[in-house]
């Protein structure tokens, strides 16, 4: 990723994530440190649009054209990634940060992960309540080893989630 000190105002945000296929080229490029090629990022995006692997040649192409004609200039001008028109090559900015940050992080299950955490603090708040209220079955269950089990599950939910975004982290702090 190169880097940039340029800040991407929130209306330009808006208007780069209000595009699937701006979306998926940012997301490709998140999982690669290195610059790729055009070609490479118009397969890997027609692939997830047609659900084929390989992409019919007619979708690679049509992705191929509007990645080349208006979607990666546009990120180029908004200073979210660097393509040079000329060799095809395509390089995420550390101002690409300014953008990712709005973008859903999700879960295995399609679930957020700020959705994941809130219902897992609710669910353990609930049981240890229950436990110290002497509700049948759970109160056979100490509050401690509760409130033990459910930090430990955030502990080791947040290291998972950690890990899986690990590339980005690393980035952001070189």
């Known amino acids: 990723m190169l880097t940039k000190t340029h800040t991407v105002p929130d209306s330009d ?3 780069i994530l209000s595009n699937q296929r701006r979306r998926h080229t940012l997301e490709y490029l998140r999982r690669h440190d290195d610059g790729v090629a055009l070609r490479d990022l118009a397969e890997a995006i027609a ?8 992409a019919p040649r007619d979708v690679r192409h049509t992705v191929y054209v509007s990645l080349h004609q208006t979607h990666l200039p546009m990120l180029d001008a908004a200073g979210v990634l660097a ?5 095809k090559l395509v390089e995420l900015l550390d101002s690409a940060r300014d953008v990712e940050r709005y973008m859903t992080m999700t879960t295995a299950f399609g679930v957020s992960w700020a959705e994941y955490y809130r219902a897992l603090g609710v669910v353990g708040l609930f049981l240890v309540v229950a436990a110290l209220a002497n509700l049948p079955v ?17 502990a080791v939910s947040s290291a998972y989630q950690l890990w899986g975004q690990r590339r980005g982290l690393l980035r952001a702090l070189f």
């Open 13 to 15: 945000v808006f208007a």
């Open 47 to 54: 692939t997830v649009e047609s659900g084929e692997s390989p």
């Open 83 to 87: 393509y040079d028109a000329d060799r």
């Open 138 to 154: 759970i109160s056979a269950v100490p509050p401690l080893a509760l409130a033990s089990a459910f930090l430990a599950t955030f």
